[in-house]
């Protein structure tokens, strides 16, 4: 071939690929197949979210259990010692109350980076391996200090919330929202979980005037009084709709899961007492179901105790709080109540419910972090 037409081919070779990618890349972002909107978009870091994918065990529901630790509130910026004390126990089921990471502040974002942190516990890891966790959220989880449902980074919240407790999202309905669940775990020995979910539609809280906020000795009025609103509410219609149609089913006993306490009224943080019509409702649904067999467990306050309260009709109803795996309280002094049945513990701690089956006995059982029983306490089924 002459070298000329070799030539002349090679020049008209060059221009067609420098025509063709000047033709590319002016084609306007409107007629590409990702619009400017599309990249500026904040990316997941796919590698910093495959992190939260632990090694878990799931829970066997066809099989009888008779050890049930709990807790709640655990910073993950922190030391978390009281893991190798829970795992020293063995228990059958692990369940977290709330609060089970703190990210309320501007500090402790984003939800991913926090729930990591909490992920490079070594005990916390080989728990997670070794025994089966439910969980429930309270106001720290939950993104904002006291929240409910009006607050603002709630999806959120629940978006990372559904992504670290793996179990829960093939579980829960399409159109359902708030996170409350159940569990029936055991053949011969039913025991049924509630996990309430006490957040996504919670009214907003009455606030006290005359409360002062600069007060270290807490001997100023209640931050939150009894609202007087007829249609305040904890849970939404459909909870309630749900929680009844749970208190239906047959169980030997029931453990009734709700992130801020029941029966306590004295104290003027959150509590279902700034709900009387709603703590009204919740006893009345137990008293209607003849639920005897039900024990409360609660979190949010920093600090542990046995609670009580008779109900006519009823009888004796049992609240357990355990708040503080390794988040105690702050107060000098133990707080009383004329619910309490012996004086909170104020130090770090978790739960521990063993079942006596035979004798229809549960031994509850506050430890501290160096697995020492710092309270206990006998409840009969």
């Not at 559904?162 to 669940?181: G, S, V």
Request: aromatic share 8%; glycine share 4%.
């Amino acid at each position: 071939m002459n070298i000329n037409r070799l030539i002349l081919i090679s020049t008209l070779c060059a221009n067609i690929i420098l025509l063709t990618n000047c033709a590319t890349s002016v084609i306007p972002a409107s007629l590409n197949s990702t619009s400017t909107k599309e990249k500026t978009k904040p990316m997941v870091d796919t590698s910093k979210e495959a992190q939260l994918n632990i090694p878990y065990r799931g829970l066997n529901t066809s099989k009888d259990i008779t050890k049930i630790g709990f807790g709640s509130c655990v910073d993950q910026n922190k030391p978390q010692p009281a893991w190798t004390a829970i795992l020293n126990n063995s228990p059958d089921l692990f369940i977290m109350l709330g609060d089970n990471i703190y990210a309320s502040r501007k500090d402790d974002r984003p939800f991913i980076d926090q729930y990591l942190k909490l992920n490079k516990e070594a005990d916390y890891i080989k728990l997670r391996e070794a025994t089966p966790f439910l969980a429930t959220w309270d106001d720290h989880d939950y993104g904002q200090n006291d929240g409910g449902s009006d607050n603002p980074d709630k999806e959120e919240a629940r978006r990372w919330f559904l992504k670290y407790w793996a179990y829960l999202k093939p579980t829960l309905p399409e159109n359902q929202k708030a996170l409350y669940h159940s569990r029936m775990i055991g053949q011969k020995n039913k025991v049924q979980v509630l996990m309430l979910d006490t957040r996504w539609d919670r009214s907003a809280l009455s606030k006290n005037p005359e409360f002062n906020p600069d007060d270290k000795e807490n001997i100023s009025p209640k931050i939150y009084l009894a609202s007087d609103d007829k249609k305040a509410q904890i849970l939404s219609a459909e909870q309630w709709t749900w929680l009844e149609g749970e208190l239906k089913k047959p169980a030997k006993l029931r453990i009734l899961v709700s992130s801020i306490q029941v029966i306590p009224e004295a104290h003027g943080f959150e509590k279902w007492g700034n709900f009387p019509k709603e703590k009204e409702k919740l006893i009345a649904l137990l008293k209607k179901y003849k639920a005897r067999n039900t024990i409360i467990l609660s979190g949010d306050r920093h600090l542990a105790s046995f609670a009580q309260t008779d109900v006519k009709g009823l009888g004796k109803i049992f609240e357990i709080t355990s708040s503080g795996i390794n988040k105690p309280s702050k107060a000098k002094f133990p707080e009383q109540d004329p619910s309490y049945l012996n004086e909170p513990f104020l130090l770090s701690h978790f739960g521990l419910l063993t079942i006596d089956w035979a004798k229809r006995i549960v031994t509850a059982e506050i430890k501290d972090e160096a697995n020492q029983i710092q309270r206990e306490q006998q409840i009969k089924f």
